[in-house]
């Protein structure tokens, strides 16, 4: 079956601008995770959506960052005003069971590459 | 913010040899998986270990976990380039859902 896809692959924007990354996640995963992965910061987690839920919005670094997920399936990043410090490759996972299970492999997908300029 | 560190940061050996990456973490553990990535884009799971486990065998791949020492190293046995790759172990905590992830280990498998 289909994996995690997020698009665009590539985004080059311009300081101050908004942009919105887009994840599918895997057909019938509940849990949905958006992480972000920069040079200073390693793989920072962001977000995480049970259904269409945020139980935990820690992980956002300010609140020109946010999240939204609808029927249960695709979920959008939206940064407002970018920055360069917002340059990075913003990961998406699913999963299967939310952190009720033991079990919680997360599947990424190929990751939105932003470059702020 | 981190879990932990891996060592080394960097890895080169020959095709055919071994790799021993080793992944340290800070706090009590329900599970650690380690990730393979590819050209800083996405990430491939590889392999989970739970926190009452301390060895696990998946093909090429054997990891331990010590959760006396917060540790766990992944090999790779008879490595190819095409293992060349970025290594990264990544931890949950009980009743937690966020991976928290090392540093990672840059892996390079020469022909």
């Known amino acids: 079956g289909a994996g995690v896809s997020q698009s665009p692959s590539n985004k080059v924007t311009e300081k101050g601008k908004d942009v919105e990354l887009r994840c599918d996640p895997i057909s019938g995963h509940t849990a949905l995770y958006w992480y972000r992965q920069s040079l200073g910061q390693g793989l920072e987690f962001l977000i995480y959506f049970q259904g269409n839920s945020a139980p935990d919005k820690s992980g956002l670094p300010s609140d020109r960052f946010s999240a939204e997920r609808t029927g249960g399936s695709v979920s959008t990043l939206t940064i407002q005003r970018t920055q360069q410090e917002d340059s990075a490759v913003y990961l998406c996972a699913s999963s299967l069971k939310d952190h009720g299970s033991s079990y919680n492999e997360q599947f990424f997908g190929p990751g939105t590459r932003l470059t702020v300029l | 913010s981190q879990q932990g560190e891996e060592d080394p940061q960097a890895l080169s050996i020959q095709e055919g040899e071994n790799a021993t990456m080793n992944c340290s973490y800070k706090t009590s553990i329900n599970n650690l998986q380690w990730y393979r990535q590819n050209s800083g884009r996405g990430l491939v799971h590889l392999i989970l270990?739970?926190?009452?486990?301390r060895e696990k065998h998946s093909g090429r791949l054997r990891v331990t976990l010590d959760t006396s020492k917060k540790s766990s190293s992944l090999l790779i046995t008879a490595s190819r380039a095409a293992d060349t790759a970025s290594y990264f172990c990544a931890t949950t905590g009980a009743g937690s859902y966020q991976l928290t992830f090392g540093k990672g280990t840059k892996l390079s498998v020469i022909p």
């Open positions: 270990i739970r926190s009452n486990e």
